[in-house]
């Protein structure tokens, strides 16, 4: 018996296996730089009542903010990471390749937390975003904002935010 089969044209074929084999052709892996080649950097949290001081990594180029903290296995008490951008805009994370559930704060350009997530889940891709512009997002091992009670309005201390200055 003859079968006659549908004449495919050559572009079709090739996204047919563009797509049998997934992005991995289209994106090219992603090289992690070193946590220990951060830079670092020392912050305060200040609450109404206390101030809070961490060490933090910065995330201060493209490809530091896109690494974050992926694949870290522990983050110590007193760590975190200090995602810096030069200008305002309406940051938004997401917990993909993370390993340890992990608290965020949304700093504004003032160094005011403009709103926090809590306890974002590990592997998740549910977008966790800025309620409005800022210049920083910090993320903290998750449990530190209920630890420590942060909050919106809370201060930052960092020579990147306006506050800083004064």
């Not at 690494?67 to 917990?95: I, N």
Request: contains cysteine.
């Amino acid at each position: 018996m003859t079968r006659i089969l549908p004449c495919v044209p050559p572009l079709m074929i090739f996204i047919l296996l563009l797509a049998a084999c997934g992005s991995a052709l289209l994106v090219p892996p992603l090289t992690l730089e070193p946590l220990d080649r951060f830079p670092t950097d020392s912050i305060v949290i200040e609450t109404h009542h206390k101030k809070f001081p961490f060490r933090v990594w910065i995330a201060d180029t493209g490809s530091r903010r896109t690494q974050g903290l992926m694949y870290v296995r522990k983050l110590d008490a007193d760590r975190g990471m200090l995602f810096l951008f030069h200008e305002p805009t309406r940051a938004a994370m997401w917990m993909n390749n993370m390993a340890i559930p992990i608290d965020l704060l949304f700093i504004a350009d003032d160094g005011r937390v403009l709103n926090v997530a809590r306890n974002a889940v590990p592997g998740s891709h549910r977008t966790i975003q800025a309620e409005g512009p800022v210049t920083g997002v910090i993320e903290l091992p998750g449990g530190t904002v209920a630890r420590l009670n942060l909050d919106t309005g809370d201060r930052v201390t960092h020579r990147h935010f306006k506050s800083a200055a004064h």
